[in-house]
Nanobody, 115 residues
Framework: QVQLVESGGGLVQAGGSLRLSCAAS????????MGWYIQAPGKQRELVASITRGGSTNYADSVKGRFTISGDNVLNTVYLQMNSLKPEDTDVYYCAADIGRVRSWGQGTQVTVSS
C-alpha cells in the first residue's frame, strides 16, 4: 500500500500557472505508474496525465501542450505543471499510484481558475 498527499492547488486567474505535487509513502518501490485525475460531479474520474516508472507519459487531449507531468526516478513524488490555465480546468485533482492492478488515491487538491 501507498499513501499519497497532494499539494499545490489554489486559485489562479485564467492564463496563469500552478504546480501540483504528490508525495508517496509506504511501498513506493512497488509503484508502476502515477497520475493525476479529475472527477466531474456524477462522473467517473478521468485521466489528466500519467507517468510510468520508465518515464512514459500520457495526457488527456484537453491538456496536451499546457500541462506537463514529471517525477523523480523512483516515483516517490510526481508533479503536474499546469500552464495557460482555463476556467474549464477548475476541478479537484486527485493523485493516483498503481501497484500492479491496485490503485491508491490521494484526497485531492482543489484547482480553481477564474475568468
Amino acid at each position: 500500500q501507498v499513501q499519497l498527499v497532494e499539494s499545490g492547488g489554489g486559485l489562479v486567474q485564467a492564463g496563469g500557472s500552478l504546480r501540483l505535487s504528490c508525495a508517496a509513502s509506504g511501498s513506493v518501490f512497488r509503484i508502476n505508474a502515477m497520475g493525476w485525475y479529475i472527477q466531474a460531479p456524477g462522473k467517473q474520474r478521468e485521466l489528466v496525465a500519467s507517468i510510468t516508472r520508465g518515464g512514459s507519459t500520457n495526457y488527456a487531449d484537453s491538456v496536451k501542450g499546457r500541462f506537463t507531468i514529471s517525477g523523480d526516478n523512483v516515483l516517490n513524488t510526481v508533479y503536474l505543471q499546469m500552464n495557460s490555465l482555463k476556467p474549464e480546468d477548475t476541478d479537484v485533482y486527485y493523485c493516483a499510484a498503481d501497484i500492479g492492478r491496485v490503485r491508491s488515491w490521494g484526497q485531492g487538491t482543489q484547482v480553481t481558475v477564474s475568468s
